[in-house]
């Protein structure tokens, strides 16, 4: 882990610094269960970032208005939250067109989220398919 993403996750509660390295750590092992090529992770727009060659940036973040939860935010200007809310409307909590947002106390491997951090992971492969391919 580069120095400035440690220095990023030291700044947060331990909370949420437990349920952002969960994150982060799903992130990283579903771009390498499917092969998605090298993850490139960063700060950017003060928020942990990562894509891979063929997807859609993720962020990631915790803010002390919403203590118990994190988000994972897609890019605006795709249909990534769009689909994940006709395709699980219940499952997630969503702000906007950019914004899930996670309970602390709930960060896993449930298929839903592992299922849509894939797709976004791989968004430029799927823009084009109904629904996404999902």
């Known amino acids: 882990m580069e120095e400035s993403i440690e220095s990023k996750l030291n700044t ?3 909370s949420a610094k437990s349920a952002l390295l969960q994150l982060r750590k799903l992130i990283l092992q579903i771009a390498k269960l ?3 090529g090298p993850v490139s992770e960063s700060i ?3 928020q942990l970032s990562y894509s891979c060659p063929k997807g859609s ?3 990631i973040d915790w803010y002390p208005d919403s203590p118990q939860t994190i988000s994972l935010f897609c890019h605006c200007q795709t249909k990534l ?9 219940s499952h997630f909590q969503y702000l906007g067109n950019r914004e899930i947002l996670l309970p602390i106390s709930q960060i896993s491997a449930k298929p839903e989220l592992a299922h849509c951090i894939s797709v976004a992971l ?8 109904p629904l996404l391919g999902l």
């Open 57 to 59: 940036p993720l962020r």
């Open 34 to 36: 499917e092969s998605l």
């Open 44 to 46: 950017k727009w003060e």
């Open 122 to 129: 791989k968004y430029h492969q799927v823009k084009n398919k």
């Open 81 to 89: 939250i769009a689909t994940f809310k006709e395709v699980y409307p």
């Open 12 to 14: 947060y509660p331990q």
